[in-house]
Nanobody, 119 residues
Framework: QLVESGGGLVQAGGSLRLSCAAS????????MGWFRQAPGKEREFVAS????????SYAGFVQGRFTISKNNAKNTVYLQMNSLKPEDTAVYYC??????????????WGQGIQVTVSS
């Protein structure tokens, strides 16, 4: 089970930190990631991290503004989002993929959490 938290409304230029609490299975061999879907658009990859190696990957539009990290003891993955822009407004989803270094298709998904950036 993946449960997201930390979304909300923020002004442009502000910051938010999303959390994804994982439970129910051993995620040590998984890749964890964040995707987002804006109204009228397809879901897109944002960032991913390997639970075992800590290797990270990011979408090009992140441009150093977002950071994905994990806390093994809490079984939680974070997405720190800084310098937010109105175009970052979307529903953000946490995803997990087995035996992978990076989430591509996702085997498990959270319910999604709204992030709204006002101009």
């Amino acid at each position: 089970q993946l449960v997201e938290s930390g979304g909300g409304l923020v002004q442009a230029g502000g910051s938010l930190r999303l959390s994804c609490a994982a439970s129910g299975r051993p995620f040590s061999t998984y890749a964890m990631g964040w995707f987002r879907q804006a109204p009228g658009k397809e879901r897109e990859f944002v960032a991913s991290i390997s639970w075992s190696t800590g290797r990270t990957s990011y979408a090009g539009f992140v441009q150093g503004r977002f950071t994905i990290s994990k806390n093994n003891a809490k079984n939680t993955v974070y997405l720190q989002m800084n310098s937010l822009k109105p175009e970052d407004t979307a529903v953000y989803y946490c995803a997990a993929e087995r035996l992978a270094e990076r989430v591509v298709t996702g085997d498990y998904w959270g319910q999604g959490i709204q992030v709204t950036v006002s101009s």
